[in-house]
């Protein structure tokens, strides 16, 4: 029986939208989530300084022999994980924004996608576009300060939704019919994103699919899966505030967590 966690590693709290699915998908595993509020936002930092500080925090959870670590932040793919995976023996799990399924499925041939500007200039979003987005209008918009207000905790606010007012409504114009959400911190914001959009515009989180993903690679990794059928056991860890980790997680799961403060 193998006990090693899943380390999960997000710029903050956005992450615990990916966590969130992993449980749902594995939860019989382990996870060690580390969350660096602390020097969030990543997003609009440039790529040396993201990686530099995401080895830092890799050495540490390979310390804590983390089987597999899912990389729950775009901004962190976009800029890292080819390095990652260059530089570490232990398999990586990058987030892209999924804008291969609206491509595929609109129907008015407009697709929004809500990003980070990090993950907007990333390499497995730009492939992905040239190869899938022939005859279809792509509206790109960076969501300056969302990561803040999730950050903060500040999920419905008017001044929230007046910031996705803005962002949105140019979309809504153009007849888009899918939304794709290119950060994991958006998720917790679309009660007032789905007010704007109304009933006709799907959104997308990639969460759900990078959870099966991962599951997809540890049953390839045969003497790596927890055969432990009792449930396992969740350890988050946070250069921010623990109280602001402690809330979200009781919003998400309905239950109280060991949440950790440490310093990096």
Avoid at 113 to 122: D, I, P, Q, S
């Amino acid at each position: 029986m193998i006990k090693q966690p899943i380390g999960v590693i997000d710029s903050g709290l956005g992450g615990l939208t990916v966590w969130k699915e992993l449980v749902q998908t594995m939860p019989n595993e382990d996870y060690l989530y580390f969350g660096d509020s602390g020097f969030c936002p990543y997003g609009s930092k440039d790529s040396e300084e993201i990686t530099l500080r995401v080895k830092t925090i890799v050495n540490f959870l390979i310390r804590e022999k983390c089987k597999i670590i899912v990389i729950a932040c775009n901004a962190i793919t976009a800029s890292s994980i080819d390095i990652l995976r260059k530089n570490y023996q232990i398999p990586f799990i990058g987030m892209e924004p999924a804008i291969k399924p609206a491509l595929l499925k609109t129907k008015t041939k407009a697709i929004g996608v809500l990003a980070t500007e990090r993950a907007l200039k990333g390499n497995l979003f730009f492939n992905t576009k040239n190869r899938y987005a022939k005859g279809i209008k792509i509206i790109e918009q960076i969501g300056k300060g969302l990561v803040e207000k999730v950050e903060a905790l500040d999920f419905n606010s008017k001044s929230t939704r007046e910031i996705l007012k803005n962002y949105l409504n140019p979309m809504i114009e153009k007849k888009i019919d899918f939304l794709v959400l290119g950060c994991t911190h958006y998720p917790f914001l679309q009660e007032s994103m789905k007010e704007i959009l109304g009933d006709k515009v799907v959104i997308i989180d990639s969460a759900p699919a990078i959870a099966q993903h991962t599951s997809n690679i540890l049953k390839q990794m045969k003497h790596k899966m927890n055969t432990e059928t009792l449930k396992g056991k969740s350890t988050f860890l946070t250069t921010g505030d623990t109280k602001k980790m402690k809330s979200v997680l009781l919003m998400i799961k309905k239950s109280n967590y060991d949440v950790r403060s440490v310093l990096f």
